[in-house]
């Protein structure tokens, strides 16, 4: 399995982004992919999921209403579409994926097997 971030750079307050994940190794209906981010000294954290396969998607509190995530499973990718970007929003950005997850599940970092290698999203005001 393998995954394969790309996108960040560098953007104006209010500017919009599309962060894309390439994966490859992922078979089977069970598979969730999501992103995490995170800020020097401080823990990945969960921002959205979703199944590879049908279900809907999942999203934390804080970023719900400007961040939306989408899949195009011909492709094999996973993106991350950020809206209304704020210096808040600096940090790196990770894809993961996990099997057998069920909902309650889907925020736990430690619950997945594979990431990404992040893509650094920087805001300035």
């Known amino acids: 399995v393998q995954l394969q971030a790309s996108g960040g750079g560098t953007v104006q307050a209010g500017d919009s982004l599309r962060l894309s994940c390439a994966y490859s190794?992922?078979?089977?209906?069970?598979?969730?992919v999501s992103w995490f981010r995170q800020t020097p000294g401080k823990e990945r954290v969960f921002i959205a999921g979703?199944?590879?396969?049908?279900?809907?998607?999942i999203y934390a509190d804080s970023v719900k209403g400007r961040f939306t995530i989408s899949k195009d499973n011909a492709k094999n990718t996973l993106y991350l579409q950020i809206n209304g970007l704020g210096p808040e929003d600096t940090a790196v950005y990770y894809c993961?994926?996990?099997?057998?997850?069920?909902?309650?599940?889907?925020?736990?970092?430690?619950?997945?097997?594979?990431w990404g290698q992040g893509t650094q999203v920087t805001v300035s005001s």
């Open positions: 993961a994926a996990a099997f057998g997850l069920i909902a309650p599940t889907v925020a736990d970092r430690d619950r997945y097997n594979y």
């Open positions: 190794g992922l078979t089977g209906s069970s598979v969730t």
């Open positions: 979703t199944r590879r396969y049908g279900g809907s998607a």
